[in-house]
């Protein structure tokens, strides 16, 4: 089954604990992004990356890190987390937009972080 | 910053009226414009989606409409049903790979 994983789908952690969230994609998608989702602001994106070794920020870094070493796996790190990192984390995946192609990204089931 | 703005927050209609959604950006480099739809729990999945070269699109039930002289596109769905109660997101794509999305809209359908 062509599917998004992110893991944990729930965390509750305290200030400063070092944190990863893992997202795994099996559909050979070469684009992954991270977003967060709050209350009244929708989705903003954290980070997206075009390929292995290609990453790039989106609207809201800072605070986190993300790494692509592999084509399939992005995970979203927290070196230090703070309370206003607490949301809702997605990862999405596509082939990209390019000519021909559809940019339907797939999301995973989300994250709920929670940072004490 | 809210790079793209959407309204209402949220709207109830009776089941086969058309909910429409509005939303309104300011930057012109913007080539792609999504709209996701979201239930509770789920992550979101494409709905629709419109390049501006297109005035209007529509699949099954669901319609984009898209000005670009006045930098706004809507989502109109037809005949709306209960099952259609969700949170519908629009987006702006720009350069294929970042994303900004709208704050979105409850949709709820009476029956």
């Known amino acids: 089954e062509a599917q998004v994983t992110q893991n944990p789908r729930y965390l509750i952690t305290v200030t400063g604990k070092k944190l990863t969230v893992t997202c795994s994609q099996n559909m050979n998608h070469e684009y992954m992004s991270w977003y967060r989702q709050d209350p009244g602001l929708g989705l903003r994106q954290i980070y997206y990356s075009m390929n292995v070794e290609v990453t790039d920020k989106g609207d809201v870094p800072e605070g986190y890190k993300v790494s692509r070493k592999e084509k399939r796996n992005f995970p979203l790190i927290l070196e230090s987390p703070s309370p206003n990192q607490t949301s809702l984390y997605f990862c999405a995946s596509s082939f990209g937009l390019w000519e021909g192609r559809n940019n339907e990204q797939f999301f995973g089931p989300g994250t709920r972080l929670t940072v004490l | ?111």
């Open chain 2, 1 to 111: 910053q809210q790079q793209v703005k959407q309204s209402p927050q949220s709207l109830i209609v009776q089941k086969g009226g058309i909910p429409i959604i509005n939303c309104a950006y300011e930057n012109t480099a913007f080539d792609y414009f999504p709209w996701y739809q979201q239930f509770p729990g789920k992550g979101p999945a494409l709905l629709i989606a419109i390049r501006p070269d297109v005035s209007e699109k529509k699949e099954g039930r669901f319609t984009i409409s898209f000005n670009k002289s006045a930098k706004q596109f809507s989502l109109h769905i037809m005949d709306s049903q209960p099952g259609d109660s969700a949170t519908y997101f629009c987006a702006a794509g720009l350069n294929d790979y970042k994303l900004s999305f709208g704050a979105g809209t409850t949709v709820t359908v009476r029956a």
